[in-house]
């Protein structure tokens, strides 16, 4: 009953710049918790945590990205960002938005997934 729907992928030069956006809607009334996280899988390899963020506005992120990724979200707009800089050919992957949901009175959490949107880094 929630949709992730993400935007901001495409093609991008080593050394570039991409913000990717997921916007959640849906059955989203009596939200008590609600955390979020950027995962990406590129061509053979398994899906990877690239950055996380609570409620409460706490981050981590994979070391990999760390000092070039920052995971922000605005919770009135239920809506998660992936600011992405000096992005290397490495970054090339499917990037994946996850939220988990937990809302009064009802057994939980609910995890719901985007379905994806592409990012190409040329050299």
């Known amino acids: 009953q929630v949709q992730l729907v993400e935007s901001g992928g495409g093609l991008v030069q080593a050394g570039g710049s991409l913000r990717l956006s997921c916007a959640a809607s849906?059955?989203?009334?009596?939200?008590?918790?609600?955390?979020w996280g950027w995962y990406r899988q590129a061509p053979g390899k398994q899906r990877e945590l690239v950055a996380h963020i609570t409620s409460g506005g706490s981050a981590d992120y994979a070391d990999s990205v760390k000092g070039r990724f920052i995971i922000s979200r605005d919770n009135a707009k239920m809506t998660v960002y992936l600011q992405m800089i000096s992005l290397k050919v490495e970054d090339t992957a499917v990037y994946y938005c996850?939220?988990?949901?937990?809302?009064?009175?009802?057994?939980?959490?609910?995890?719901?997934w985007g379905q994806g949107t592409q990012v190409t880094v040329s050299s």
């Open positions: 996850n939220t988990r949901i937990l809302r009064l009175g009802v057994p939980g959490p609910n995890i719901y």
């Open positions: 849906g059955s989203l009334s009596s939200i008590n918790d609600m955390n």
